[in-house]
């Protein structure tokens, strides 16, 4: 009877030697436990990888590695497998408003910096003693007023912004043509200093013409509005005479094509 049970010891310890040989290459390779086999798994999966050797490898490994509990080591990991890591940016690392409360805020800190519109620059009738007759637009560069020549020895006076320095210009020209609302082609010479403007902009409020535009001689200058009225009483055209939109407006009503303008 006991070499019966020693012989069936024997057997059992071969048997369970045999279950713990060494994981195939294909065993190594993949979980031992199936996914599809066991679809909840209420802990872990612990699975054996061929590259870890401090731990013995084969069962031992299986029963104490765990991969999620202990990841691989950052420059181990291929490089495919690295998440990128990006510093923080200026709106994580500040505490306050989102980005686009923080654009309006600096939208309107820029419109609180620019100068106002400077009341001399307010259209009024004034006196006039020159030798143009009345209907005749004379243009005073140096002062930045336009005047529309009046009956009685007045006139009417506007702001105007005029030319930048080296692009002022002086003589005797008709209006040729008027235009409401126009559109703006930039000339070769402009694109040239400006490249990044566009080719063509239609009428409307963005359009650096503004509201109306007195069409000059065969020139490429013009009397006309715009939307930039902080710029009235400046030197910042290229040349064109530039009034407030309301102003513009008004002068337009008052004159015709052939009007005489004197730019001095």
């Known amino acids: 009877m006991l070499k019966k049970f020693s012989l069936m010891m024997l057997v059992g310890a071969s048997g369970l030697s045999a279950g713990l040989c060494p994981a195939t290459a294909f065993e190594r390779s993949y979980p031992v436990a199936s996914s599809a086999a066991y679809p909840v798994q209420p802990t872990p999966t612990r699975v054996a990888y061929a590259e870890r050797s401090n731990m013995g490898g084969g069962f031992i490994e299986f029963l104490f590695g765990d991969e999620r509990a202990q990841p691989r080591d950052y420059q181990a990991q291929p490089s495919y497998e690295r998440r990128p890591v990006y510093p923080p940016s200026p709106e994580q690392m500040m505490p306050g408003p989102a980005p686009q409360q923080m654009m309006y805020r600096q939208d309107d800190r820029l419109e609180a910096a ?109 009397i006309h509005g715009s939307n930039e009225p902080w710029t009235i009483g400046t030197n910042v055209s290229s040349g064109c005479i530039r009034m407030r939109n309301e102003d513009v407006i008004d002068l337009y009503g008052r004159v015709n094509v052939g009007a005489r303008v004197v730019v001095i």
């Open 114 to 222: 620019r100068p106002g519109f400077d009341p001399r620059y307010e259209k009024q009738l004034v006196e006039y003693h020159g030798k143009e007759r009345p209907g005749t637009i004379v243009v005073d560069t140096p002062n930045k007023f336009l005047y529309l020549v009046q009956v009685g020895g007045t006139a009417m006076r506007y702001g105007i912004g005029v030319g930048r320095p080296g692009f002022t210009w002086s003589g005797v020209k008709s209006i040729t043509a008027k235009k409401e609302w126009p559109s703006w082609t930039p000339p070769a010479e402009m694109l040239r200093r400006r490249p990044d403007l566009p080719r063509f902009m239609e009428g409307g409020p963005e359009n650096p013409l503004g509201a109306r535009a007195m069409y000059l001689g065969s020139t490429l200058y013009r």
